[in-house]
């Protein structure tokens, strides 16, 4: 294969700007909000919760800041156990450490990659007295939403739903982050649309999100001076990151189009291989499609090892691994990325429970088996076809 490195570097998934972005910037500056408090807070908040449907928004620094607050808001004790998705980023599930509570790991399934709902249920029989679940959806695609919602129904459980990377994904028709009794989306630099940095929470009720901006702005009471009777933190979205996040609104349809496309582009020019791309079911999800990613079919999976910092891998005729092809796009100035490590396998969560379908004897483990297989390709929105076309090549000739 003839091919050269590409002379720019294609991203996983980069910030898109539109020019919209600045000029609610430079009203920011113009009119000198440019600290924690305007007009763009309100806005972003409004828009941000009538895009999924939810009554309030609060505009946070970051989608942790969010999930930490959600934590808070759930009243999560020391001690007190929270089934959290197994395969997802780290800052899921963080915030439940945050207030000394401790995370049930529950594993995944195949349809979507998300918590598994029979291995919900098996954590229930374990750990009937549990009150909050924590659910990611994974790369965009929805988790099985009803069959959560109606296992957390039956135990008097809440849901909490992290949307940091699937904002603009439905289930049957409802946006993801709407779900939930408290749910969260990230703004994060690679998320589908950015802030620069920034998450926004979203709740059912005024008390709550009133809560929620009280402790993100150091907890001070209604009184002339500094006066305190919580625990507060320094949470609180600037309004000039805040007019970057409005601008981004006007542009996020376009990014979910151009995302769905890359998805598209890979399926077809990928259906050859021996992989699949990350599933969702079809009439019931639509996901938003933030990072397209395969799973390598086990009889394609040539030898491979992978310790605690680095992988190694045997390249055999016909077979190809995630690190090799990684290590291959790298060459050629292309960015892709393993799946999430699951938690269960991390070496700060190694104590932690981990429920699978059976139950809590490992005899399965899909989250492991999906990050031995997987791999997230680059779905940043300004790469061209042609690029994606070449990048497509290349992976075909890692399984050559
Ligand atoms: C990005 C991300 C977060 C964290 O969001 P930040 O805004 O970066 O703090 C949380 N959960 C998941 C699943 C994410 O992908």
Not at 47 to 74: F, I, Q, R
Not at 95 to 112: A, L, R
Not at 296 to 304: G, L, N, R, T, Y
Request: with cysteine; glycine share 8%; charged share 25%.
């Amino acid at each position: 294969m003839t091919v050269k490195p590409f002379e720019k570097k294609i991203w996983l998934s980069s910030p898109t700007m539109h020019g919209d972005e600045q000029k609610f910037v430079k009203e920011a500056f113009d009119t000198n909000w440019v600290s924690t408090v305007g007009p763009h807070l309100a806005e972003l908040e409004k828009t941000a919760a009538s895009y999924v449907d939810m009554p309030y928004g609060v505009a946070l620094a970051s989608g942790t800041a969010a999930l930490h607050l959600a934590v808070k808001l759930a009243g999560i004790k020391p001690g007190e156990n929270v089934f959290c998705s197994d395969m997802t980023f780290s800052a899921t599930v963080n915030p439940v450490s945050y207030e000394k509570g401790k995370q049930i790991f529950i594993d995944s399934e195949y349809d979507t990659w998300n918590m598994d709902p029979t291995a919900l249920e098996q954590a229930f029989k374990l750990y009937p007295d549990t009150r909050v679940v924590m659910l990611a959806h994974l790369y965009g695609t929805p988790a099985k939403l009803d069959e959560i919602l109606s296992i957390c129904k039956k135990h008097k459980a809440i849901l909490i739903e992290d949307a940091a990377e699937s904002l603009g994904a439905t289930y049957k028709g409802k946006q993801t982050g709407s779900f939930g009794t408290y749910n969260i989306i990230s703004y994060n630099g690679n998320k589908i649309i950015t802030c620069s940095g920034g998450g926004m929470l979203f709740t059912h009720d005024e008390e709550s999100a009133n809560k929620a901006r009280k402790w993100a702005t150091q907890a001070r009471e209604n009184a002339p001076w500094y006066q305190h009777e919580e625990l507060g933190y320094n949470y609180r979205m600037s309004n000039i990151l805040a007019g970057i996040g409005r601008g981004q609104y006007l542009h996020l349809e376009e990014h979910l189009a151009q995302k769905r496309s890359i998805y598209e582009r890979y399926q077809k020019g990928l259906k050859d291989l021996p992989l699949t791309m990350n599933p969702y079911i079809k009439g019931q999800m639509e996901p938003n499609f933030w990072l397209s990613s395969i799973l390598i079919k086990p009889e394609a999976i040539c030898q491979q090892v992978r310790g605690e910092k680095e992988g190694r891998y045997v390249k055999e005729k016909g077979k190809s691994c995630p690190t090799h092809i990684m290590e291959t796009l790298a060459k050629y100035n292309v960015e892709s990325r393993p799946i999430w490590k699951p938690m269960h396998l991390q070496p700060i969560y190694l104590n932690n429970p981990f429920v699978t379908k059976e139950g809590e004897n490992k005899t399965t483990d899909v989250g492991a088996d999906i990050f031995n297989r997987g791999l997230c390709l680059p779905s940043d929105n300004k790469m061209t076809p042609e690029q994606q076309d070449t990048i497509i090549e290349i992976i075909k000739e890692c399984f050559k």
